[in-house]
């Protein structure tokens, strides 16, 4: 089974810092990577879905990288609010249907 | 308003009792498949769907049935549940490929 893991596990932040997680994966077999974002008491809402070696995308005040040789992409998050508050997934796909998930980042952005 | 919706949201039910966590998504998506997801684990695959009439094993379906009869439905099965199915499940629907579209999830609990 691809293992997917993903650091820290949690972390704490004041207000306006900016902050960023780690995503690994295994790079055989990649297919792409998905990230969403949780809040608690609602379901995981996609942020982006990467595939190219290289790959960065952005969303307002949130981007991601994405090296596929390697294994890894970040998740970045520019000045940090406390609505940015939730726990931060990532998924690696084996081809178009089956999905591994990372077990997250939960963020608390402190006011 | 573009959903995926899952009934029921909360059941207790015990051991060996038969039931069905139905799943229904509005948005004409070929892919649906089912999570579930226990404390320090990620989302685990359980079953998934390309499209009416094929459906294929995620990493843990021992225990679990499906079936797409209709592209908007994907039901999930427990014929005879017990203790350690207890956990929250999540439905979610998508173009193959894409970003998923997550459910409300559905707490069981299995006494």
Known sequence: ?111 | EAQVTQNPRYLITVTGKKLTVTCSQNMNHEYMSWYRQDPGLGLRQIYYSMNVEVTDKGDVPEGYKVSRKEKRNFPLILESPSPNQTSLYFCASSPPGFEQFFGPGTRLTVL
């Open chain 1, 1 to 111: 089974i691809l293992n997917v893991e993903q650091s820290p596990q949690s972390l704490h932040v004041q207000e306006g810092d900016s902050t960023n997680f780690t995503c690994s994966f295994p790079s055989s077999n990649f297919y792409a990577l998905h990230w969403y974002r949780w809040e608690t008491a609602k379901s995981p809402e996609a942020l982006f879905v990467m595939t190219l070696n290289g790959d960065e995308k952005k969303k307002g005040r949130i981007s991601a990288t994405l090296n596929t040789k390697e294994g890894y992409s970040y998740l970045y998050i520019k000045g940090s609010q406390p609505e940015d508050s939730a726990t931060y997934l990532c998924a690696a796909a084996r081809g178009t249907y089956k999905y591994i998930f990372g077990t997250g980042t939960r963020l608390k952005v402190l006011a």
